[in-house]
């Protein structure tokens, strides 16, 4: 598992914003193979809106309002396409955990079937992590408090019995090939048959191997497209297996609605 979180690092659609408004912070060492960031994001007045794209991740957010020390607890599932959502308003702010999408089902109650694209009360998930951690969040502690608090918690929830060794090499393999892995391939490598996925990557994950390896590409493109100076359309065509630079276009526009030059323009913001 601390393998796969030393090769693929996933991102949002702002991988350089920091401000008052939005900042991450990483885990401790301990929980780095599992947590991906904490963040947090706040607005001072109005309302804050944010493109959340696919990152290939599972959250856990607390929305705060400090004013009336209330605070909910969500859980967002494996999103597989962008979309824009209220981060924060003048009122409140959030607070979030995010796990990798091989990670979350560790400190789970239960597993992520049917959870795609869509939002879930916290304690359907993480109803100990939520009584734990929501009473402190509303004291106007600082950031990192709260994330040392949060550490804490997690260092006593992981429940490593849940880990999947059939899932990781299946993960592995996805990982190592920038192409869209196929089903067949998936099977040849992991000895496992088409359902056994299906019902794998669907109960640890919250989605089919094939949609999750389509996500993977679409991260990946993405990263080299923010980090990449020289990055050029038709190699990343031949390089993650499209058919044409039409093919990749319409294919990361899908995910993220918006060109790569309108993403990276509003990245580098």
């Known amino acids: 598992m601390k393998r796969l979180t030393e090769m693929y690092h996933p991102i949002t659609s702002t991988p350089f914003m920091c401000s008052n408004e939005y900042r991450e912070i990483l885990p401790c060492k301990s929980l780095k193979p599992y947590v991906r960031c904490f963040w947090e994001a706040s607005a001072d007045s109005n309302t804050m809106q944010r493109l959340v794209i696919p990152d290939t991740c599972i959250d856990i957010i607390f929305s705060i309002n400090n004013l009336e020390n209330k605070c909910n607890g969500f859980v967002c599932g494996i ?56 009473p402190v969040l509303p004291q ?17 929830n992981i429940n490593e019995s849940r880990m999947n060794n059939n899932l990781m090499n299946a993960l592995y393999f996805i990982m190592t090939s920038p192409k869209r892995t196929s089903i067949a391939e998936l099977c040849s490598y992991t000895s496992l048959s088409e359902r056994s996925l299906e019902r794998l990557f669907n109960s640890n994950i919250g989605i089919s191997p094939k ?25 990343a065509v031949l390089k993650y297996g499209y058919y044409d630079q039409s093919h990749l276009l319409n294919d990361f526009k899908s995910r993220h609605l918006l060109t790569p030059s309108e993403a990276l323009s509003i990245a580098k913001k």
Do not use: P
């Open 79 to 134: 999103d597989e396409y962008a979309h824009n959502s209220n981060i924060a308003d003048g009122s409140s702010i959030k607070f979030g955990i995010r796990f990798y999408a091989w990670t979350a089902i560790l400190f789970s109650e239960r597993n992520f079937i049917g959870t795609k694209n869509s939002a879930f009360c916290a304690d359907e998930f993480y109803s100990y992590i939520r009584k734990q951690l929501e």
């Open 211 to 235: 949609s999750f390896s389509s996500l993977m590409r679409y991260q990946m493109l993405w990263q080299e497209i923010i980090y990449n100076q020289n990055f050029n359309i038709l190699d």
């Open 140 to 156: 106007n502690v600082t950031l990192d408090k709260k994330v040392k608090f949060a550490e804490s918690i997690l260092l006593k």
